[in-house]
């Protein structure tokens, strides 16, 4: 199994991105296909989740102004994230896990997006 995460990049404050990670090996309608990001020197947290029916849910710094969506069809997730702020920061990794369980069974290795002020 194997999900490649791209599109980070250099942006500067108000302006978007738009990530992608494309799985490979897995079923990819059976999984629940999240993004988490970490910030330097902090931990690891949510940002955004879809299951294979494209239900969403995302973490509350991000309401509003990030967008996950997924092609079943091309194994891809997309996360587009707009009004960037520097706080937003981080690498940004991808995830996916079974529906139904808690723990996720694959990560991504990362894509870095820094927001200048």
């Known amino acids: 199994v194997q999900l490649q995460a791209s599109g980070g990049g250099l942006v500067q404050a108000g302006g978007s991105l738009r990530l992608s990670c494309a799985a490979s090996g897995l079923t990819f309608s059976t999984y629940v296909m999240s993004w988490f990001r970490q910030a330097p020197g902090k931990e690891r947290e949510f940002v955004a989740t879809s299951d294979w029916r494209g239900t969403t849910a995302y973490a509350d710094f991000v309401k509003g102004r990030f967008a996950i969506s997924r092609d079943n069809a091309k194994n891809t997730v997309y996360l587009q994230m707009n009004s960037l702020k520097p706080e937003d920061t981080a690498v940004y990794y991808c995830?996916?896990?079974?529906?139904?369980?808690?723990?996720?069974?694959?990560w991504g290795q990362g894509t870095q997006v820094t927001v200048s002020s």
């Open positions: 995830a996916a896990k079974l529906s139904g369980t808690a723990s996720y069974n694959y």
